[in-house]
C-alpha cells in the first residue's frame, strides 16, 4: 500500500522513533539507579539526564564516524547545536520568556564558547580533527563534569525549587516499586535501542543524500540535528507547560557543551576526519562561512543578553527563529554539492 515511499524513508522514521524511546528508557532507568545511591537530585539531572537526552547525538555520530560519514558526524554535532538554540529554546523563549539566574550561567556559557573557539581553530587552521583533538574534548567533557559536581556541592541551589512533596512522593514509589535489577536492564535496554535506532538513522539519512545529491553534511545539518534533538525539544516542552521555562536555557545550555565536547569527542576519536568540503556557499566551504559562524551567532544572541539583563526577552525567541529559519532556506536553496 506504500509501495510509492522508499524503503529509506521508512527507516529513517523508526531511526527516529527508536531513538526517542531508547533515550526516554535510558533516562529513567539511569535516573532510578541513582536515586538508589541517593545522589543529589540535581547531580542526577546535570549528569545522567544530559547525557541520557544527548546519547542520540552521540551514538549516531559514532555510528557516522566508524562508517566514514565524518561529514553525518560533523554535522549532526554544530547542526544539533544551532537546532537546540534557534528552534527549541527559541520557541520557549517566544512563547514564555523567563527570568534567569546569571551567576549559574557564566561557567556553562564561558566553558561552550572556549571549546568552541578551540573546535573552530582546528577546522578553519588544520581543517581537520585528528584524534588529539578528540581526546581533548573527551578530556574537556571530564573536567566539566567535575567542575558542575563541585559547584553543586558548594552551592546547592535550587534543589528545593525543584523537589515538590508530590515529585519527591511520587520518586520515592518508583524507586521502591521498581527493582535495581530492572532498572540496569532498562539502562541496558534502552542503549541497545538508541544504539539501533543511531545505525539507522546514519544509514538511511546518507542513503537518500546520496539518492537526491544533497551533501551529507547538509542532512546532518538539518534533518539528523533535528531528529536528534527531538529529547530536548520533549524536555524543553515539559519544562514550558510546568511554567520552567528557564529550566529549559539551562538543559539547552548542557545539551549544546555535550554536543562539542561529548559528541564530537567519540566521533573524532573513533575516527578521525576532515572538515566537511562536499558543499560550497558562494564559492567557499560552506561548513566555515555558514555553519561555525551560525552557531557562534545563535549562543551568543540566546546566551549574552540573558546574562547581561538576567532575563529572556521575546525579541530573542523571535529573532533566533528567524535565524533558524534564514539558515534552513540558506542550506537548501544556495549551499550547493561539490
Known sequence: MFSFIPNEYFLLAFGFILLIKGGDWFVDAASAIAKKFKLPELLIGATVVSIGTTLPEVMTSAMGA???SGAIAYGNAIGS??????LIAALTIAIK??????????FPVSFFFATAVFYSLNAYIGGTFALWTGIVLLAAFVVYMIINVMNMKK?????????????HESEAEQSDSSPILKDILMLVLGALVI????YLLVESATSIANQLGVPESVIGLTVVAVGTSLPELVTAITSLLKGHGALSLGNIIGANVFNLVLVSGVAVTINPFDIPLNSMLFGQNASLVLDLPIMFIVMGLMTIPAIISGKLRRWQGISLLALYAAFLVMQFVFVTPV
Open 66 to 68: 566508524a562508517s566514514g
Open 97 to 106: 520568556p523567563a527570568k534567569v539566574n546569571r551567576s549559574t550561567l557564566i
Open 155 to 167: 552551592n546547592p541551589v535550587g534543589d528545593d525549587a525543584l523537589d515538590t512533596p508530590e515529585l
Open 81 to 86: 547545536i544551532i537546532c537546540n538554540t534557534s
Open 195 to 198: 544504539a539501533v535506532g543511531a
